[in-house]
Structures are given as C-alpha cells and as structure tokens.
C-alpha cells in the first residue's frame, strides 16, 4: 500500500497569510494527487485533482503542485472560512490512500 | 446540481449487519465511479470501496474485504455498502462520493468531487 504522509499536522496563521501543506507519498504516484478540504459536520469538498488542477468554483487562492512523492498545497492568502482539516489523496493504486490530515487554525 | 444522500446508519452490536444506501441525484448515475469513504471519530479520511459504473469491478479496503459489499442499482439510482461482521473498529461516518476521472496522457484515474453529508455506523455492545 502506498502511504501519504502530510506535514504539518496542525498549523495556526494569520488573515492574508500564506500557508502551504506538504504532502509525501512512500513511492512515486505521477501526479495522481487529490486534495480535500474539511469541515466538521460538512461534506469533504474536492480542491484539487491531478496535483495541480484547481476544482470548479475552488477560489484562486488555492493551488497545487508536485509530482512523484512530493506535493504541496498552497493558499496564497489565508481567509477566515479556510478554517478546515485538509487532506491529501492518492488514487495512483488501490487502495486508495489518505494522509492523515492538517487543521489549518487562524490565529 | 448533482447531490448524494446516505441513509441506513445506526448502533449494531459488533459481529452485526447493516445495509447503508446513497441516494444519487442530479447526475447520470450510471455514467458515474462511486465509492464509500470513512471517518473514524477523531481520526481522518479513509478509502473503503469502489465500484465502476457498470458495477463489473469493486476495489475493496484490505480490512473490510470479504465483510463488506458495495453495490448499485442504476435503475434506481442507487448504491449501497452491505456491511457485515462489523466491528469496534468500523465505528465511523460514512460517505458516498461520486468518483470523476481525469487523465494524464493516456492513464485516467479518479478524483471525489461530489460527496454526500454522511451517515454514521457505531458498532458497540
């Protein structure tokens, strides 16, 4: 199985920061690599899909990149409602596998 | 707007059965992946099943392999996860997630764009 390991596991930041999230795979998946942003008592909501392209109605500020094993997620410039845990995704192999998360705080 | 909606949580006692469904709306059913994922209180995300729009293959998580069984109902727009021998371990809120393919050259895999609100499995004495 392939295991996703993220960092950091939590992270606080200020309004109009940029915060990014890594993400490493423990072997090489393309650019198989989704991302997800969660709310609790919400549905998990698709950010990005293919590493780096940016899901329909997702705001700008978000982006996507990497390739291999290592990717990261981006916001350009962090706003209150980025409140959220976020995960990355393969889907390179079955079984499908997660990281374990990053809450994103505002400080 | 396409839009997912699952039913059949509830409290089983472990070595228990339970049936969930996801109602699909909005979308071409048949045309679509489907998948269940799962949320363990206090932990993150985890990949449970997938099945093709055809229902002709299923993709299963090593621990509920054999014990589980998704399924669908394109007739009916439907799709279902047949859980069995639950254990302490399967306490979790469930989601249906539509699965959309993209490409990178030739090589297509999928992505979860679409996911319902959840329904929540707890298996206790």
């Known amino acids: 199985d392939i295991q996703m390991t993220q960092s950091p596991s939590s992270l606080s930041a200020s309004v109009g920061d940029r915060v990014t999230i890594t993400c490493r795979a423990s072997q090489t998946i393309d650019k198989y690599l989704n991302w997800y942003q969660w709310k609790p008592g919400k549905a998990p909501k698709l950010l990005i899909y293919g590493a780096s392209s940016l899901q329909s109605g997702v705001p700008p500020r978000c982006s996507g990149s990497g390739s291999g094993t290592d990717f990261t997620l981006t916001i350009s410039s962090l706003q209150p409602e980025d409140l959220a845990t976020y995960y990355c995704q393969q889907t390179y192999s079955f079984p499908y596998t997660f990281g374990g998360g990053t809450k994103v705080e505002i400080k | 707007e396409a839009h997912l909606v699952e039913s059949g949580g509830g409290l089983v006692q472990p070595g228990g059965s339970l049936r969930l469904s996801c109602a699909a709306s909005?979308?071409?059913?048949?045309?679509?992946?489907m998948n269940w994922v799962r949320q363990a209180p206090g932990k993150g995300l985890e990949w449970v099943a997938t099945m093709e729009k055809d229902g002709s293959e299923q993709y299963y998580l090593d621990s509920v392999r054999g014990r589980f069984i998704i399924s669908r109902d394109n007739a009916e727009n439907l799709l279902y996860l047949q859980m069995s021998s639950l254990r302490a371990e399967d306490t979790a809120v469930y989601y249906c997630?539509?699965?959309?393919?993209?490409?990178?050259?030739?090589?297509?895999?999928?992505?979860?764009?679409?996911w319902g609100q959840g329904t929540t499995v707890i298996v206790s004495s």
């Open positions: 909005g979308l071409t059913f048949n045309n679509n992946y």
């Open positions: 997630a539509r699965g959309i393919p993209y490409c990178i050259g030739s090589t297509c895999r999928l992505a979860m764009d679409v």
